[in-house]
């Protein structure tokens, strides 16, 4: 099947990044949300986006247009109908997210994808209650979509090695590099990321060094662009503190118990960069 048409569900960070990404790849998108205001706001990021490209030579004003024109927004499932691939990029909450993809199942044709953004959502359990198991897969993109190279597939326990293949070939058309992944809690990377940011806060609990040479450790001794403890107060403490939950509950282990210290900065409200302080002041 060729896919010409994306419909995605939501045009927030993730939604409207996914629709830029597939817009200036020239294909064709359907980005619906539960409102006008949320849809124009999506487009609205998308252009403001395509500005600071065309502001760094990257792509020309023309580009621009031509990449808009393919973007149809909408409040309607209904017009879900025309894409070959529908990408779920809503609200991460799991009851809002089995309406929205029971709706768009029994809207959209048999043999049409339907894949979710999910961070931390089980595939295999969003699968189950679709009547497409099978066509039914895990689409991970990073955060500012347009600049990250990775796209997580997640496969749950039912997904066919026909949808698979499809959704790999999409996210190289987007330009970028996927990784297949069978699922589990935090798939691969927030799995790794996500426990080396709780340890992170255990080496400063125990006053093994400043925040500052944390992070500086890391950045120069392992080449990371970003600490540790300033990447926490990007994503925001309370959203750490959630997946260390998901991980300890979900695996039963205790090498995943949250560090005192973060769940004492967030019972603080140091929640990082939204709040104006978290390790760090802003
Ligand atoms: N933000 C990130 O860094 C990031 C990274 C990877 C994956 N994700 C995942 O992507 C998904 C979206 O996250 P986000 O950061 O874009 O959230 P967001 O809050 O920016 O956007 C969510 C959008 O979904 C819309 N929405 C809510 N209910 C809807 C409905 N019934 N139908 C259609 N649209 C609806 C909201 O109006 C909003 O515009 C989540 O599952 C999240 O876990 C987020």
Redesign the pocket.
């Known amino acids: 099947m060729t896919i010409s048409t994306v419909g995605i569900?939501?045009?927030?960070?993730?939604?409207n990044g996914i629709a830029q990404a597939c817009a200036v790849s020239g294909i064709n998108v359907v980005m619906?949300?539960?409102?006008d205001a949320?849809v124009q706001k999506?487009v609205a990021t998308v252009a403001g986006s395509l500005d600071r490209l065309i502001k760094k030579e990257k792509i020309t004003e023309a580009d621009k247009s031509a990449a808009l024109a393919r973007i149809k927004t909408s409040t309607s499932y209904d017009d879900l109908k025309a894409a070959q691939i529908v990408i779920e990029?809503?609200?991460?909450n799991y009851e809002?997210?089995l309406?929205?993809l029971k709706q768009a199942d029994a809207l959209v044709a048999p043999e049409v994808i339907i894949a979710?953004?999910?961070?931390?959502i089980s595939i295999t359990k969003l699968a189950a209650a679709t009547s497409r198991a099978d066509r039914f897969i895990g689409m991970?993109?990073?955060?500012p979509v347009p600049m990250m190279a990775l796209v997580e597939i997640i496969r749950g326990l039912q997904t066919s090695d026909a949808t698979h293949d499809a959704v790999k070939q999409l996210s190289e058309r987007l330009g970028k590099s996927p990784i297949t992944v069978k699922n589990a809690p935090g798939f691969v990377v927030n799995r790794i990321l996500v426990p080396m940011i709780n340890e992170a806060f255990f080496v400063l609990a125990e006053g093994l060094a400043t925040p500052e040479d944390i992070d500086a450790g890391m950045k120069l001794g392992c080449n990371q662009p970003i600490g540790p403890l300033a990447l926490a107060d990007m994503i925001g403490l309370d959203v750490c503190l959630a997946v260390m939950d998901v991980y300890l509950t979900e695996f039963g282990d205790s090498k995943y118990r949250p560090c005192p210290l973060l769940k004492e900065m967030v019972a603080a409200g140091r929640l990082g960069r939204k709040t104006g302080r978290g390790v760090y002041q802003y």
């Open positions: 569900i939501g045009a927030g960070t993730m939604g619906v949300d539960i409102s949320a999506g990029a809503a609200t991460e809002l997210k309406k929205i979710s953004n999910t961070s931390s991970h993109f990073f955060n």
